[in-house]
């Protein structure tokens, strides 16, 4: 049903099998990812936040939970599952990411922020998104050159990229 973006008969079938084996975590796990995709994120925190301490060596669920906070405007909220998650898993591409973005577009603690994004950028040179955060952050830093820099690379990964996706396409 996820496939087909059936997610309220998605959310049917795992509400069921939760109900049926409550102390799997996984059903339940899926049925929160339902909301997140659904960008329901009240409902995907109330599910997320209860799995956070089940599932602590799942990573996705703390990015899950960290990304839902975000989305809905608690920000501390983000930033305290982005750090928990980064204390667990301090090499986690997209919580460096993440995190740092979050800080930059804040406009505060951009030395703290260049620092999450550049591990990202060094776990995934080749992903544009880092890429892209770091010319950000250098740009709010007032360091256009190297922001100017690191945004064509970011381009150039996304083009490269779409090339790959669609070699048919001369756009």
Do not use: C
Not at 61 to 87: M, P, Q, T
């Amino acid at each position: 049903y996820q496939f087909r973006n059936d997610l309220a008969r998605a959310r049917e079938v795992y509400q069921q099998a939760a109900n049926a084996v409550p102390n799997e975590t996984d059903y339940r796990y899926a049925l929160a990812r339902t909301y997140v995709r659904d960008q329901n994120w009240p409902e995907a925190i109330e599910l997320l936040v209860p799995l956070q301490n089940e599932m602590e060596n799942r990573p996705d669920v703390l990015f899950d939970l960290g990304h839902s906070y975000e989305r809905s405007g608690n920000i501390d909220g983000a930033e305290g599952v982005f750090l928990r998650l980064l204390s667990l898993f301090p090499d986690h591409a997209g919580a460096n990411n993440y995190l740092g973005y979050m800080l930059t577009e804040r406009g505060d603690r951009l030395k703290e922020a260049i620092r999450y994004i550049q591990k990202a950028v060094q776990a995934d040179p080749k992903n544009g998104a880092y890429l892209d955060s770091l010319g950000w952050v250098y740009y709010q830093m007032g360091q256009y050159r190297e922001a100017m820099e690191w945004l064509v690379k970011a381009i150039t990964v996304e083009e490269e990229a779409l090339k790959q996706a669609n070699p048919n396409n001369e756009r």
